[in-house]
Structure formats: C-alpha cells, structure tokens
C-alpha cells in the first residue's frame, strides 16, 4: 500500500538575517509534529535535500534587494498553490529598506572598491510589491505559535487565526503597567501589532514596532503625543524608520516627522 500523500513545504530566503527561518527550526518537539503531516521539499536552511515543486505552501523569507530575486521570486510564486511571507523583511522590507531614504549608488561608492561590479536595486522592497500573497505573517522575528498556527491553518484548509489588535491589548492581558503612562516612556504599542507578549514593556522599555502595524493604527494621533512627551522630529522619524519603515502607515508617519524635522 502506498504512503499517503502528504502536502510539500517549501521555505525560501531573500535578503533578510535568516531569524524567521530559525524561528521554524526553534518550534523543536512541534515542528516533529508538522513534519508528520507534510514533506519538506525544500528548506535550505535545515537540509540539503531539494525536491522539486510544486509545492502546497510556501514560506517565504527576505526582501527583494537584487535583480536576479525578480526572477526568482516569480517562479516561486508559479510553484507554490499557497505562498506565506514571514517576517519583517519579507512583509515591509525589513531594516535594508531603509535604503530606500538613501542614495544607492552613493552608498555603493563609499563602501566597495570597484562598485562598478555590485549589482543591486535603489529600493528593498516587500514580496507583495511584485507577486500575489495569500498572507502575511508580521514579525522581526515572527512569533513560533503564530507561525505553528499559519501552517496549521492551511493544511486544514482554513484561514490563519493571528490577532491584529495592538500591543497595548497584550499588555493588559499580562497586567503590565503602561510605560507612557506611568514613565513618560515613549512607545510604539498602541500602533504596532501584538504578537510578541509586550516583551519590552515588560522590561519598563518602550515597543519599538518589531510587529508592524496594528490593522487600525492611528500614526497621526501617535506622532503627536510622541512630541508630546518630547521627542524631537527626528527622533519620531527614526522611531519609526526601523524594522518596519515600508509598511504603509509606520512610513507615512515617517516621513511626516522628516518634513518637520526640516528646519
């Protein structure tokens, strides 16, 4: 009697630092559990055994930085019948888009001898930007029970059940004082996505937005009480300008707080 078919993985890299990757491997005795259920074709990372799409479901990793990832990224599109980005890079462009403020070919300059023989793009970019996403999962790194969840979810053949409420609700939930509250710190949580347990508030730190956008951020409302609580322009630009500075809101709410910091 022939094995019963089990549905292929397949996990894919761009640029990125390899932490949503390894977020997979640290899900340890449940990630035994997941390889009972599907076969991993192709993670690179894990294992030097390749099969060949195409493949259920697709994590993909990383942001598009170089022009042979156009190329690449299309064709793992075309293999993949469900294709997941995971992490902040693959979602928003991850901390490399922070070139995209910059001149390329000026920072190109100053770092390589022969410049001439680097080939890069003027922007990093999100999967989104150029192949169709079933979902994004947010993160920097993504969290390994939201990640468990995702897996499970589409070889159930149901949608994922990740929260998008703010960090401010994880908060609450571990009876953790507000840090603006009670410190004057300031803090991403009321925009930034819950996902991570609030763990620096828990350490009386700010969030940094490590999880992107909450689904309904007010950034305006947030610019204004971070100068509020005095922080310069520049500095609110920068708060912003991180992990997630691509994603739609966290850059609009950047590059309102550059143009005040013009003098």
Request: proline share 8%; charged share 20%; hydrophobic share 40%.
């Amino acid at each position: 009697m022939p094995p019963p078919h089990r549905p292929k993985l397949g996990v894919f890299k761009f640029a990125s630092c390899d932490g949503c990757q390894l977020t997979l491997l640290d899900c340890e005795d449940d990630l035994l559990a997941v390889t009972d259920r599907v076969e991993i074709a192709d993670f690179r990372e894990a294992s030097s055994r390749v099969l060949e799409g195409p493949y259920d479901l697709s994590l993909v990793e990383g942001s598009i930085t170089v022009p042979s990832d156009l190329e690449r990224v299309a064709e793992i599109r075309a293999q993949s019948r469900v294709l997941v980005t995971i992490g902040a890079c693959a979602t928003a462009g991850g901390i490399q888009a922070l070139r995209n403020f910059g001149d390329v070919d000026e920072f190109r300059r100053i770092v390589y001898a022969h410049p001439e023989f680097i080939q890069t793009l003027a922007t990093s970019t999100p999967i989104k930007d150029h192949v169709p996403v079933d979902f994004e999962l947010r993160g920097c790194p993504i969290d390994k029970g939201q990640l468990l969840e995702v897996i499970s979810a589409y070889l159930g053949g149901r949608a994922p059940n990740v929260p998008t409420e703010s960090v401010c609700i994880e908060c609450k939930r571990r009876g953790q004082v507000c840090v603006v509250v009670a410190r004057g710190t300031p803090c991403l949580g009321p925009v930034t996505q819950s996902g991570c347990g609030a763990i620096c508030p828990g350490f009386h730190r700010g969030c940094y937005g490590c999880f992107g956008p909450q689904d309904t951020p007010n950034t305006v409302s947030m610019v204004h009480h971070l100068s509020k609580l005095g922080m310069e322009p520049a500095a609110v630009m920068r708060i912003f300008r991180t992990f997630n500075a691509m994603a739609p809101a966290f850059r609009a709410a950047g590059d309102e707080a550059q143009k005040e910091s013009v003098p």
